[in-house]
């Protein structure tokens, strides 16, 4: 542990390595969850050579890596367990915006950086960094990466896969891979990047990143409406798609019981919903045009609504503080949700046609074994992406078996519609049995093979995405 | 070879095996560059079932494999080579639209459709599947993932890569990959299928795959504009991005030569042409308004180009018709070129804001080395790709030695710009060398380790992508 100790300062630095217990704590616990575990030290290499240099070190020394974020994850991805040679690589401290070319319309940046200072450098040159969602002011944009982070503006920008043009990457073997191209069209070979996009670092190390920008939206409306049920949210997207196409940059869905609670967790009475209703969906618009047209637009689109019945009624964002408070209540939903009590939580993807019919199929599935269940259902409608949390009364009952109980019963029905177990999350330790489960047989082999391909020493974030073999 | 007719004969049945020459002709040569080898046999399976028994059957026999679309690519990814125990696997019979949802906004097609049919019967259910090139009516979706094909409308809606959510893939121990989900996100493990697109069936056979559809576009404008210089273009796109964003779909740059040499071709006199300039500019918008709000958005946009000087000169197509003009123009620059003889074709990427300088400085290189060199380049500006194909008189030189100093000046220059020696047309066999100049080391390595990950055997399509070593 001395030797270790020694042998990584003389690498890193003082600043570069931590190793008492009090300092290590944040980095070897999750905020959510309680994942946690145990590491002899933790590594902050302040560059790319820093960590070609720690990458070699701890094959020689017979340590594994878990390369580490802004910790935002819900999966245990960025987590030690507990009593294995493992330690934690943080990107912290390269957190540098290197480049801004704004006639390219790209950002070249370290992995370390946190999103929401990204999505601020680009405001500042008139563009758009798309990527968003709750954690954008402490997740790092090397995590987004590597986890293919979603959110809320999917619909429109895509995943964090589709804005990122280029990597630099430290492999497994210590070696680094520079693709640092900021090219939107690049045949010459297989694109090494999808490999590394989404890997959860387990076939190596993001280190850099060229990333694509778009212009900064000028207008844009946002509205909150009150639905009957899930099928007339289908017909409003529908609607949302044919008149604004790509200006369509958000469509969610949320169950009632999200907006009471959070209405209530925030003190907020009333707040901007339109109405008690038992669902509610959140549309936005945004281009290049002024506030006024993309109002008039939406006002026309949701008349329209009304008047067929697709909808029941509806609030249009009149300012930015009433678009704010509609965020508020979006943004704060999981807080809310995390504050009365055992709930099992599903981020599952689906196709967006089957989404109604597996929301009735799923609860009444669940309700068969457990009465008491209350379903706890939002997300990202647009992209089939939903939050599928329903609380139990787990009071006497055993917690895990329960889980493992409802997650049967959830996933088994999304496979059935030809859906995913994790849709924006990723796999992390939590969904190790589902892969195992759902995507035996070739799938989990061709997995492996490009597992075995890049990190044939599997120190590379061992046991995230793919369970480790009994012997290793 | 009796033998080798017998065994597919039983397996696919006589529809599904071509012996003769004459009828392998089309199958064994290429439209342009004179790719063209032997083989036992053309197979044609008509469905996944029958690609996995071929499979499997050519690892018993020894033969490799080539997998095969349409036939439109120019790299010899497709075509066989002289004297090896290959045979070719076309997918022409697997044609089939299996289902499309248009809720979900997706099309499930069997590789073999041509991709013009594809986007005909999303048209029918109002619907658009981007991809769009010249050789639209006769390319294969198949071919087009395969190769990762780009095209005119990359600005906005992406290459293949963008449009493709689900695939399903002969492997090369001849099992089956069901890839084939419909997910806008998907993050439960590695993204597999990102492996196979643009892998030019080095990986496996693509069998099938799920497609994105869009909204079809209800209005859009094209304007045909006069430029001085690149960097004017460069100037102009800007413009237009801020202006439009997404609603911009194609922004190309011609140089003078091609328009002059194309309307010469089709005897078309001034044609469509905004009068003679060094360059042109193409620009196109679409979206879900009326012709005649982009046509007078378009119209500020250039009176406004015009003041400041950008442009030199504009029409806008005031008619279907005339549009049809400048795209016909604008696709037949190809087939004019290949008229007037030699010349060594590019087709590169730069990031955009590099594009000008780059041009400039390879024009003064080419010309240092080939005084009576002539430019001819024209592209996707707005992707950073350009067709740089320069006329070079060949008359008493020798064509491969010009050819390989043209592409050393020219792709030494692409790569000290952080640009790539092949944009959307692949590798094939023409890109070879460069691979191996350009991307040597730890780029190569890990390409290498993906084929012998997925292909230990190297029977898919060998000798494409990545040179084949000595020892096999």
Redesign the interface.
Known sequence: MAALEAHFSQLLGRQGILTDPTAMEPYVSSWRDNWRGRVPAVLRPASTGEVAAVVRECRNLGLSIIPQGGRTGVTGAAQPRMDRDEVIVSLERMDGILEI?T????MTVEAGCILGRLREAAAEV?RLFPLNFGAVGSCQIGGNIS??A?GIN?L?Y??T??LVLGLEVV?ADG?????L????????????K??F???EGTLGIITKAVLRL??H?RGGALSFVALREPADA?RLL?RA???????LVTFELLQQRCVDVTLEHLREGEGPRPGVAPWYGLVEVA??EDDSLYGDAMQRLLENALETGEILDARLAASGRQAQAIWRLRESIPEAHNRLGFSVKHDI??????IPAFLDEAETALRAEFPAIEMFTFG?LG???VHFNPLIEARGGDVLDIRRRVNAIVHDLVIAN??????????GQV?LA??ER??AG???D??R??K???DPWNIMNPGK??RERAAR
């Open positions: 070319d006639d390219n319309d790209t008139g986890t293919n979603g999917v429109r895509g995943n896969r589709n492999l070696r680094v891979w520079n693709g191209r900021g090219l939107r069209k690049d045949n010459a070979g297989y694109d090494l999808q490999l996009i989404g890997a778009e212009p939206p289908l529908r798609k044919d008149t604004f196409a790509d200006n281009g290049q993807s689906l196709p967006v046609s089957k990202h992209d089939g992406n030809g859906g995913s177990v994790s849709a924006e999350h990723g796999v969904r589902e892969i759902y995507r070739v799938e989990v061709l997995m093979a490009v075995s391909a890049l995405v793919l």
